[in-house]
């Protein structure tokens, strides 16, 4: 039987292969989107960042 690949697994393998420049640049990049999302709630804007989450493999809802 093989164990599932969990979330504290997924952390602990990034904690240990990325760079702190790299954790900042994710870090920072989520935190872009988000602003992008909260502030930008005109339609088109929230669909077209909705559907890039999608096609980045972020699963949304």
């Given at each position: 039987?093989?164990?599932?690949?969990?979330?504290?697994?997924r952390?602990?393998?990034?904690?240990?292969?990325?760079?702190?420049?790299?954790?900042?640049?994710?870090?920072?990049?989520?935190?872009?989107?988000?602003?992008?999302?909260?502030?930008?709630?005109?339609?088109?804007?929230?669909?077209?960042?909705?559907?890039?989450?999608?096609?980045a493999?972020?699963?949304?809802?």
């Amino acid at each position: 039987m093989t164990t599932a690949d969990t979330v504290h697994d997924r952390w602990e393998l990034a904690r240990t292969n990325l760079t702190a420049a790299q954790a900042a640049t994710a870090a920072l990049t989520v935190a872009a989107l988000g602003f992008a999302m909260l502030f930008l709630q005109e339609p088109a804007a929230h669909e077209a960042m909705h559907n890039f989450r999608h096609a980045a493999g972020i699963v949304c809802h």
